[in-house]
């Protein structure tokens, strides 16, 4: 094919190409490369049903495995984003990160199997199994093993700490924070802080809920203040 800069190592490696500025490295890596430009993927079967996707950088066992048209995305780890397919602007760093999102876009997750399940858009995740159940959720924010674990399509849900929201929580409500290990919150609209046991204590609030309706303002609980 007439095509410039172009590095290929590996049996079935870039079979069908027709794009510039690709390396792939690894048995089957982008065998179906089409119309996208300036893409690297390295390992077996990265990238393999790319066809128009451009810029996508994928490093790992069948990383990235089924994208076709998506583009701007960073994978890094086995079967890390594998079933993308036209989701742009993802990144995803650890053993099945993002493994399930297909068309979901600007999402970031690092550790196993963060954001395993996804397929919203604009949601952040650092630990392993962070948002390991969400499925159709969008802007959420986990920092912590197994954060927002147990959410399954919560929108605007910030938890933060091991085991923050994994546990007792609200799995499809939004507008929530949890800050604390195995904290959780059960009412949309409200914060939560502490440890398994006390997920309401705060220092100034606390064994209780505050409200983050402007609207409604209120603070309930044991000592609450």
Same mark, same amino acid.
């Given at each position: 094919?007439?095509?410039?800069?172009?590095? *290929?190592?590996? $049996?079935?490696?870039?079979?069908?190409?027709?794009?510039?500025?690709?390396? *792939?490295?690894?048995?089957?890596?982008?065998?179906? *490369?089409?119309?996208?430009?300036?893409?690297?993927?390295?390992?077996?079967?990265?990238?393999?049903?790319?066809?128009?996707?451009?810029?996508?950088?994928?490093?790992?066992?069948?990383?990235?495995?089924?994208?076709?048209?998506? #583009?701007?995305?960073?994978?890094?780890?086995?079967?890390?984003?594998?079933?993308?397919?036209?989701?742009?602007?993802?990144?995803?760093?650890?053993?099945?990160?993002?493994?399930?999102?297909?068309?979901?876009?600007?999402?970031?997750?690092?550790?196993?199997?963060?954001?395993?399940?996804?397929?919203?858009?604009?949601?952040?995740?650092?630990?392993?199994?962070?948002?390991?159940?969400?499925? #159709?959720?969008? $802007?959420?924010?986990?920092?912590?093993?197994?954060?927002?674990?147990?959410?399954?399509?919560?929108?605007?849900?910030?938890?933060?700490?091991?085991?923050?929201?994994?546990?007792?929580?609200?799995?499809?409500?939004?507008?929530?924070?949890?800050?604390?290990?195995?904290?959780?919150?059960?009412? $949309?609209?409200?914060?939560?802080?502490?440890?398994?046991?006390?997920?309401?204590?705060?220092?100034?609030?606390?064994?209780?809920e505050l409200s983050t309706s402007p609207s409604n303002f209120t603070i309930?609980?044991?000592? *609450?203040?």
């Amino acid at each position: 094919n007439d095509v410039s800069f172009v590095t *290929a190592i590996g $049996d079935g490696t870039l079979k069908a190409n027709n794009q510039n500025s690709i390396v *792939a490295i690894g048995h089957r890596a982008m065998t179906s *490369a089409n119309t996208g430009t300036q893409s690297t993927a390295v390992g077996t079967f990265a990238l393999t049903n790319n066809l128009g996707g451009s810029n996508n950088t994928g490093t790992g066992f069948e990383v990235m495995k089924a994208n076709t048209t998506g #583009s701007q995305n960073t994978a890094n780890g086995t079967q890390g984003s594998q079933n993308n397919q036209t989701g742009s602007n993802n990144t995803s760093g650890g053993y099945r990160a993002l493994r399930l999102n297909v068309n979901g876009n600007l999402n970031a997750a690092f550790g196993e199997s963060a954001l395993l399940q996804s397929t919203g858009n604009n949601n952040t995740a650092n630990g392993a199994e962070a948002f390991f159940n969400l499925t #159709s959720g969008s $802007d959420n924010v986990g920092a912590g093993f197994n954060s927002g674990g147990v959410a399954t399509s919560t929108n605007n849900f910030i938890a933060i700490g091991s085991g923050a929201g994994a546990t007792g929580q609200k799995v499809n409500g939004s507008n929530m924070l949890v800050v604390g290990k195995n904290g959780y919150v059960t009412t $949309d609209g409200y914060m939560g802080f502490g440890s398994a046991g006390f997920p309401y204590t705060h220092a100034f609030l606390g064994e209780g809920e505050l409200s983050t309706s402007p609207s409604n303002f209120t603070i309930s609980g044991t000592n *609450a203040s």
